[in-house]
């Protein structure tokens, strides 16, 4: 099994995990700490594979064929989704939200976990609601 597959397997067995307790404890409240530490561990990768392999592959990947372009498409919608979803918390909590939209826009994945991870710190303390729909 080459690293890529043991990658790839590791990472569905994570969210398997992940939406099965999700899923099983719907109770359970927000990890700031968990959404920090998986921004951090997923941006260090990601620093790790930009170092190795550059950025053009990325474009390579998502317009080599129809496969390519559906997973970039995917990205784009539960990104978009996830963003939608967690903006009025964001605002609510006083958050600067079109600071923190161009670092999801510009890095997927990491901004929405680092958003996240702020979100639920604020949360977590108490932040006062925002007065003004413009906060």
Known sequence: MTPQV????????????????VLARP???ANAH??????????????VVLASEGVLPVWENHTA??????????????VTIALVLIAPRAR????NLPLWG??????????????????F????????EATSPSA
């Open 121 to 128: 710190w604020l949360e977590a303390r108490g932040a006062p």
């Open 6 to 21: 043991i990658l790839f397997i590791a990472g569905i067995a994570g969210a398997l995990i992940a939406i099965g307790f």
């Open 65 to 78: 064929n129809l496969w390519g372009v559906q997973v970039w498409w995917d990205l784009l919608i539960a």
């Open 92 to 95: 609510a909590a006083g958050m």
């Open 34 to 47: 968990l959404a920090a530490a998986l921004s951090a561990g997923f941006a260090a990768f990601t620093a």
């Open 27 to 29: 109770q359970a409240r």
């Open 102 to 119: 161009l670092f999801v826009v510009t890095t997927a994945s990491i901004g929405l976990l680092a958003l996240c991870a702020r979100l």
